[in-house]
T-cell receptor, first 111, second 114 residues
């Protein structure tokens, strides 16, 4: 599929909010996802949003979806050092089961 | 089991050799996926099984790659005549198959072809 784009790196201070952005490609994607990957570990599903929603909140996580611009964002409130990881957004192009991932955003949280 | 189990966790092989990578999905999950993740990249889809059959194998890069799931549970990814470009982390994931498309990944097998 075509590229899902993310910025490569984000650095924040502990306690601040982090916003990770993603631009996806397929307007027919039914779900959009955020995954977290810590060093040496598999991918952990953080949250997902159905394409007919604009926003989803889950504790410290807020997902915003702008379908017109094909823009997805993940906001992490009160960022902690344990949030340091690589964050991937993903879409299921054409409603397929297979996911197309971005290249990931490395989040560094400084104490 | 409690999670998706992949074995071996690391595999080093010589160029031209044949390798098999195993995935044990979460018990009861009918959907099983294989992805490949190269350094600094996101996972790239390879193949998806629903039950015993490959429902979507459009991500397999060429005919050196093949996967099976004969009893609808454990799956094996087979790579013939390995090349250095096959070096990557191979990730397996499983899901309940219906409803939400979210699924659970294993920790992967790191394949190094020397």
């Amino acid at each position: 599929g075509e590229d899902v784009e993310q910025s490569l790196f984000l650095s924040v201070r502990e306690g601040d909010s982090s916003v990770i952005n993603c631009t996806y490609t397929d307007s027919s994607s039914t779900y959009l996802y955020w995954y977290k990957q810590e060093p040496g570990a598999g991918l952990q599903l953080l949250t997902y949003i159905f394409s007919n929603m604009d926003m989803k909140q889950d504790q410290r996580l807020t997902v915003l979806l702008n379908k017109k611009d094909k823009h997805l964002s993940l906001r992490i409130a009160d960022t902690q050092t344990g949030d340091s990881a690589i964050y991937f957004c993903a879409e299921n192009q054409g409603g397929r089961r297979a996911l197309t991932f971005g290249s990931g955003t490395r989040l560094q949280v400084q104490p | 089991g409690a999670g998706v189990s992949q074995t071996p966790s690391n595999k080093v092989t010589e160029k031209g050799k044949y390798v098999e990578l195993r995935c044990d999905p979460i018990s009861g999950h009918t959907a099983l996926y294989w992805y490949r993740q190269s350094l600094g990249q996101g996972p790239e889809f390879l193949i998806y099984f629903q039950g015993t059959g490959a429902a979507d194998d459009s991500g397999l890069p060429n005919d050196r790659f093949f996967a099976v799931r004969p009893e609808g549970s454990v799956s094996t990814l087979k790579i013939q005549r390995t090349e250095r470009g096959d070096s990557a982390v191979y990730l397996c994931a499983s899901g309940p198959g219906q409803g939400s498309y979210g699924y659970t990944f294993g920790s992967g097998t790191r394949l190094t072809v020397v």
